[in-house]
Structure formats: structure tokens, C-alpha cells
């Protein structure tokens, strides 16, 4: 009843193919043979061949071209290079409104700065009185360029969502003219309509 039949337990076995190589057709190499590889590739990647060393200088070369085509192209506002938060027609014009006029944030780190050595000479009312003056003068003229920047982007972009050109405008104007990025494109005071018709 519980015995089983010699028939039952012959399965045909599949024959192995044993003309070609098997494994991976070298012996494994000792410990030693190993760590005396290891040690010689890190010698030759340390010193480095006449190859390696001139790949690796094309590879320099090729990154700082790259890179210096890339600054220009920043420098220049070429859309190409310029990053995502300074791409698109809409920021093109913010940049443009903010760089054709002179604004009072810019004066704003040379006011503070007056004011605060004429507090460190005893004028501590002198130099109160300038930080305020400044402080007013700044948030004055912010809100002037904001109201007359906003009235532009309705005329000019009608369709377009103006979310975030308020805060570009402001980092903008606070930065000094020779320092902002990407380089202004319009002269101080030439009107905009000569750039967008």
C-alpha cells in the first residue's frame, strides 16, 4: 500500500554538455595575487598613464569651456542658459522695467551705511534720522515701481499670470546695478517702448 514501484522512480536525467569550458575558464586567483592587483591598479590610477592623465585634462578643458559659455550666456540673458525663475517673456520685461529707472533701494546699503558711522561719530539723531528717511524713501519708491511695473504687465501680457513678478522686481531693485544677473540690458532712463513694440 505504501510502497513504491521502481518505475515510478526513474526520471530521465538530462545530459550536461561538458565539451565546452565551464566556470570561467581561469583559476581563482590567491589572496595574495589579488591584494598585489588591487595595490597596482591604485598605483597606476594614482600616478596615472600618459592617457589617463590627457583624458583627464580634455575632461578639465571641455568643463571649463562649458562652464564659461554658460556665465556668458547668464551675463548675456540668453534664455538658453538663464535658470527657470528668470526664463519667459514676463520676467524678460520685469528685468528690463526694473533696470531702466533708478531705484532707491539701490542707495539703501550706502544710506544705512552713512548713517550708521554717524552714529559711531555721536550723532546718534543724525544718523536715526538718515535710517528712517532712507527706510521711507525705500518702501516709497517700491511701491511706486510695483503700482507702474503691475499697470505695464496688464497692458502688455493681458492673458498671462503675473504670480511672482512682484518679489523678482523687489530682489532686483535691491541689488546694485553692476551686480545683478543677468547684466541689465536697457540704459538708465531709456524709455521701453524702443525695446517692446
Not at 510502497?3 to 565539451?19: A, F, G, I, L, M
Not at 553692476?178 to 532712463?189: A, I, N, S, T
Request: charged fraction near 30%.
Amino acid at each position: 500500500m505504501f510502497r513504491r514501484n521502481k518505475q515510478e522512480n526513474t526520471v530521465p536525467v538530462p545530459e550536461v554538455d561538458t565539451s565546452g569550458p565551464l566556470g570561467k575558464g581561469r583559476p581563482t586567483p590567491t589572496r595574495r595575487e589579488a591584494e598585489a592587483a588591487a595595490k597596482a591598479k591604485a598605483r597606476a590610477a594614482k600616478t596615472g598613464s600618459s592617457s589617463g592623465k590627457q583624458s583627464r585634462k580634455q575632461q578639465r578643458e571641455y568643463r571649463a569651456e562649458n562652464s564659461r559659455t554658460i556665465r556668458q550666456g547668464i551675463k548675456d540673458g540668453d534664455e538658453r542658459y538663464l535658470p527657470a525663475r528668470d526664463q519667459g517673456p514676463i520676467k524678460r520685461f520685469v528685468r528690463d522695467y526694473v533696470d531702466h529707472r533708478l531705484c532707491m533701494a539701490e542707495f539703501a546699503i550706502v544710506l544705512l551705511f552713512s548713517s550708521l558711522m554717524a552714529s559711531a561719530a555721536g550723532y546718534a539723531q543724525l544718523g536715526s534720522g538718515i535710517m528712517n528717511a532712507t527706510l521711507l524713501l525705500v518702501v516709497l519708491d517700491s511701491a511706486l515701481l510695483r503700482w507702474k511695473m503691475r499697470r505695464e504687465l496688464k497692458v502688455r501680457f493681458p492673458d498671462e499670470s503675473l504670480k511672482g513678478t512682484t518679489f523678482y522686481a523687489f530682489m532686483r531693485a535691491l541689488q546694485l546695478r553692476f551686480l545683478r544677473l543677468p547684466k541689465p540690458q536697457v540704459k538708465l532712463g531709456q524709455p521701453l517702448a524702443e525695446r517692446y513694440r
